[in-house]
């Protein structure tokens, strides 16, 4: 069975410029998560799509966004980037709610 | 806002040595989940702990989870360096979909 697939796996981008992120959940799976990983703040949650929804969301601003595609797979955006946007950005993809969270590589973003 | 406290940040000790990690929160939590993270790659799950009181073992790695669900530790007994690595638990709550909150890690370098 594939893992969770993430692409790109880096991104440079400069202050002020938009991107969006990609995760293919393993296969049969329905919920998709993404967390922002920074040296200094750690593992954050950013927000969970099931069946295409939003089904919770973390403390960040509303440049980040996503959504879930009928196939399950999830993109994130974030706009007007900051330098501190800069992190790993993982997503997780697990069938049932509380059932184990599969993580993909993540996508390393840098801004400058 | 549920919180995390992991300690300790930093572990660097010999092969041979035994070691605790411990992870403090003022909430409870629904379950307590440990998960190992390797440079370039993201969590991986250990275990998962649901009942106060839990012990789980796995090979030499003991997990215990605190009688009120509030608090949790990781015991590694005869470090390798293979258990070279940044750990992190998770906490889940009732009612929030796969949502987890992330301790800060703990950075383990195990030294021939």
């Known amino acids: 069975k594939a893992g969770v697939t993430q692409t790109p796996r880096y991104l440079i981008k400069t202050r002020g410029q938009q991107v969006t992120l990609s995760c293919s959940p393993i296969?049969?799976?329905?919920?998709v998560s993404w967390y922002q990983q920074t040296p200094g703040q750690g593992l954050q949650f950013l927000f969970e799509?099931?069946?295409?929804?939003?089904?919770n969301k973390g403390n960040f601003p509303g440049r980040f966004s996503g959504r879930q595609f009928s196939n399950s797979r999830s993109e994130m955006n974030v706009s007007t980037l900051e330098l501190g946007d800069s992190a790993l950005y993982l997503c997780?993809?697990?069938?049932?709610?509380?059932?184990?969270?599969?993580f993909g590589p993540g996508t390393r973003l840098t801004v400058l | 806002t549920q919180l995390l406290e992991q300690s300790p940040q930093f572990l660097s000790i010999q092969e041979g040595e035994n070691l605790t990690v411990y992870c403090n929160s003022s909430s409870v939590f629904s379950s307590l989940q440990w998960y190992r993270q390797e440079p370039g790659e993201g969590p991986v799950l250990l275990v998962t702990?649901?009942?106060?009181?839990e012990v789980k073992k796995l090979k030499r790695l003991t997990f215990q989870f605190g009688d009120a669900r509030k608090d949790s530790s990781l015991h590694i007994t005869a470090a390798q360096p293979g258990d070279t690595g940044l750990y992190l638990c998770a906490g889940a709550v009732y009612n929030a979909g796969n949502m987890l909150t992330f301790g800060g890690g703990t950075r383990l370098m195990v030294k021939p």
């Open positions: 702990v649901v009942t106060g009181g």
């Open positions: 799509y099931f069946s295409e929804t939003q089904r």
């Open positions: 997780a993809s697990s069938f049932p709610v509380g059932d184990e969270q599969f």
């Open positions: 296969s049969g799976h329905r919920s």
